[in-house]
Structure formats: structure tokens, C-alpha cells
């Protein structure tokens, strides 16, 4: 799942008029980019979940057939937030683990290594997290022993010892068993049921990323993203099917 609903007030005026996962990186949109992974690693179906803009992304992405994939859109008549966005998406999964990624996130990732630890793992949730000197600014994340996450913001195992504090990422696995105490269509975040999982003694773990990462939330920071493309710090090409994957 892609949660692109949002409104990217940060980015505006861009966002006014574009919604933020349509915003070009070296000329392809910013979803496109993550659409593109997504194939790369085997997935076929994905949900997207819309409200800012919606019929600009339904009217560029289509089916999804033009990437090889079949998109399935989720409509928020309001914004749901990360929690109640993937709980409005639900009807639309199969009732396995649920990969779901930031639209506004770009980032090199091994999914099919993610989701392997993940499903050995047996884990309610895992994390994707990296290591950032800002991790408290962008929320928390401490992680003990086994890569298990034992606080989010502060939230978790009381008493627990970390040994990592990191970020999370925006990318994330999920078992939907954990969206049954998600309320539906009220706005929340996707953060609480993991707290809750984590207080409970469940396994949330945590799963490190090291190539490339950049949250396009800002004028900036999308300048930057930019720049990295231009440089060769992440490659589309990279992303593209090969004539045998096809």
C-alpha cells in the first residue's frame, strides 16, 4: 500500500495545483519512482489510498497496467491520517502481512529481504528504521535487543533498556490482525496499534536501512532529491524491468 492522500501543505504552492506523489524527480513522479520498486520486487497488486487531488493521480496512474501492476484506489472523503487511511484500505487486503510505504518517501530498499525477515520473523509489525543524528525530531524509535522495538516516542515497555535509537522510516509491515483496534473513519495513526502491540509484549521489530532515503516534505528537501537523482545517488534505470523481467 501507498499512502499518498495527504495534503503536502509543506510543499505548497507545488501542492496547490499538483498533488505531492505527482511532483516530478527527474521528470517521473515521485510515485511512479515507488511504483516502479514495488514491480521490481515482485509485488503485483497495490492499494493507494487518495483524498488531495485524487482524480490528477487516478487520471496519471490508471489501472496500473502500464507498470505491470493492478492499483486499487482507497477514496478518503477526509483525511484519515497513516492509522485510519491503511483501516479504511482494509477491504482491499487478502489478509496476509501488508507492506505499506510514505508516498512522500524515496528510498532503496531490498523489499523482497524486508518481507523474508519479516515472515520468518513471525513479527506483528516490523519497522523500517534508519540511523539519523535528528531521530528524536522525526519520532523515536528505541530498539533493544534482537531487533525488537521496545519504545515508539517514548511509548512502549516501561523499564525496557534500549540499545539503538533510530527513526522510522515511513516503510513498514504489517500484520492486519493489528488494525482490529483501529477505529474506522476516524483519523489516527498507524503508530498507536503498534505502541499497544509492543506494551503487550507482541514482537515489533526493527529493520535497518542503508542505501538511499529521503522524505520530500519540504521545498528543500525536494531540491535535494532532485540533486541526488541528478548525481546518481538513486537511479531510476535501476528500478526499470529488465527485458527478461518483463
Not at 485510519?84 to 484500505?89: D, E, F, L, R, V
Not at 509492543?198 to 532515503?213: H, P, T
Request: glycine share 10%; net charge neutral.
Amino acid at each position: 500500500m501507498i499512502l499518498a492522500a495527504g495534503l503536502g501543505t509543506r510543499l505548497r504552492p507545488l501542492t496547490n495545483t499538483v498533488p505531492k506523489p505527482l511532483l516530478p524527480v527527474l521528470g517521473t513522479p515521485l510515485i511512479v519512482w515507488n511504483l516502479l520498486l514495488l514491480k521490481r520486487h515482485g509485488f503485483r497488486d497495490v492499494v493507494i489510498n487518495l483524498h488531495h487531488l485524487a482524480p490528477m493521480i487516478e487520471q496519471s496512474l490508471g489501472n496500473g497496467s502500464q507498470f505491470g501492476l493492478r492499483i486499487i484506489y482507497s477514496h478518503e472523503p477526509m483525511i484519515l491520517g497513516t492509522g485510519g487511511g491503511i483501516k479504511q484500505a482494509e477491504p482491499y487486503f487478502s489478509g496476509e502481512p501488508v507492506l505499506v510505504v510514505n508516498g512522500d518517501t524515496l528510498f532503496e530498499l531490498d523489499l523482497e529481504a524486508l518481507c523474508a525477515f519479516h515472515r520468518t520473523s513471525q513479527a506483528a509489525a516490523t519497522l523500517v528504521l534508519r540511523e539519523d543524528p535528528d531521530a528524536a525530531r522525526w519520532g523515536l524509535v528505541e530498539v533493544g535487543a534482537d531487533h525488537r522495538i521496545v519504545a515508539i516516542t517514548g511509548k512502549g515497555i516501561a523499564g525496557a533498556v534500549p540499545t539503538m535509537p533510530r527513526m522510522f522510516a515511513g516503510i513498514h509491515i504489517l500484520n492486519p490482525r493489528l488494525l482490529r483496534e483501529v477505529p474506522k473513519g476516524v483519523a489516527s495513526s498507524i503508530i498507536d496499534p503498534y505502541v499497544a502491540a509492543i506494551a503487550r509484549g507482541e514482537s515489533v521489530l526493527g529493520y535497518e536501512i542503508k542505501g538511499y532515503w529521503s522524505d520530500i516534505g519540504t521545498p528543500e528537501r525536494y531540491a535535494q532529491a532532485e540533486q541526488d537523482a541528478r548525481a546518481g545517488l538513486i537511479r531510476l534505470d535501476d528500478r526499470r524491468p529488465t527485458a527478461a523481467g518483463q
